[in-house]
């Protein structure tokens, strides 16, 4: 029943437009026929971006527009990457649609999350069977509902006899282990992309992030202030753990920029630029036991940033950095290549195991099916 073609669609982290592939999941690879990165319109952008910023006053009734206005937008990126793949929808078996992730609170009482892009009108308006709501089960077994990424990266990255880290850089960082014999491991280990993107959507008008970190590189690192910002309880946390760009805020930035950052707003994206891969790098020395001459995958649009990255492989000398697509896989497609995988499994009700990735209690079926 499920062999055949998917669609994976999501919307990350930096909210910067939909990512979406048509994909033939494989035993051990997969066939990417088509990939595509969609920009939001205008009013939907700016509707997001007001969320973002102060998710406890959005209006529910504004919340259930944009979730009905995603779910429009979803299903025209998906018929128009079925012509892309040059296929037809009834070619297509399932669309694995993630959607938006609008509110992650997965240490609240009691836990939650919420993704929208309403998934009803993404299968009436492309005639396709659609997965969706893949994080609420883990969520209700105990688990943090994230990150979902790592079951993939053990899927195309793991090896019998030597260990390998995959880190993704999104608007959060999210860092996957893969050592012999032992279980999967994969945790948020804080911000990524997201506040530099904010910081320097404040100060340009040209783009909506910092291309190659170029301004980031400009800037001087602040020290003081750095020591600071990694005091924030999350980065004590132990895994599993998750959080979101409704922890890491535009309010979190204005809550600890230091004095005088108007005057010098370089340095203050070169100083988060500086947080992301110290928290990573952190993240990793951390590790119990610390992997030995492995190689950390960078995936995810960080790995464009290559101030970055830069500075992710100035703090972990004694691994090798390389993106995922030396390994054949495009880094940018990743997480879209993961929901119609999982929406593939989902559909051969093949449970997931995120037990050692997101504390989850139990096994879980993971997403929700839709039908026209």
């Not at 979101?244 to 203050?268: C, K, M, Q, V």
């Amino acid at each position: 029943m499920t062999q055949g073609l998917f669609i994976g669609l999501i919307s990350g982290t930096s909210m910067d437009g939909m990512d979406a592939v048509v994909a033939r999941p494989g035993s051990r690879q997969i066939e990417v026929l088509a990939s595509h990165t969609f920009g939001f319109d205008d009013s939907l952008r700016a509707a997001l971006s007001d969320l973002r910023r102060n998710p406890d006053v959005f209006p529910s009734m504004r919340l259930a527009r944009l979730d009905a206005a995603l779910g429009d937008a979803l299903a025209a990126a998906a018929l128009e990457i079925i012509e892309m793949a040059g296929c037809r929808p009834a070619d297509i078996t399932a669309i694995g649609s993630h959607g938006q992730t609008v509110l992650h609170h997965p240490c609240a009482t009691p836990p939650f999350t919420l993704q929208i892009g309403d998934p009803w009108r993404l299968a009436q308006q492309t005639g396709i069977t659609v997965v969706a709501d893949f994080r609420r089960a883990d969520l209700a077994a105990g688990g943090q509902g994230a990150p979902l990424a790592p079951l993939l990266h053990e899927h195309l990255f793991r090896l019998p006899a030597k260990a390998r880290l995959v880190v993704n850089l999104g608007g959060i960082a999210n860092l996957t282990v893969l050592a012999p014999e032992t279980a999967t491991v994969g945790f948020d280990t804080g911000p990524a992309n997201c506040l530099l993107d904010e910081w320097y959507r404040r100060h340009h008008s040209d783009a909506a992030f910092d291309h190659g970190g170029e301004w980031a590189s400009s800037g001087t690192v602040d020290e003081n202030w750095l020591a600071s910002l990694v005091k924030d309880p999350f980065f004590a946390l132990s895994p599993p753990k998750s959080t979101g760009i409704e922890y890491f805020s535009p309010t979190w930035l204005d809550t600890h920029l230091p004095n005088r950052a108007a005057s010098r707003p370089a340095d203050i994206q070169a100083t988060l630029a500086e947080l992301s891969a110290r928290t990573l790098a952190d993240a990793i020395a951390g590790l119990d036991p610390a992997p030995a001459e492995s190689t950390l995958l960078v995936c995810g649009g960080g790995v464009h940033n290559h101030d970055l990255t830069g500075r992710i492989r100035r703090l972990l000398p004694g691994l090798r950095v390389e993106s995922t697509a030396a390994y054949g896989v495009d880094p940018d497609y990743i997480e879209a290549t993961l929901f119609a995988w999982l929406a593939e499994r989902r559909l051969r009700g093949e449970r997931v195991d995120t037990r050692s990735i997101t504390g989850a209690q139990q096994t879980v079926l993971a997403g929700t099916i839709f039908t026209r």
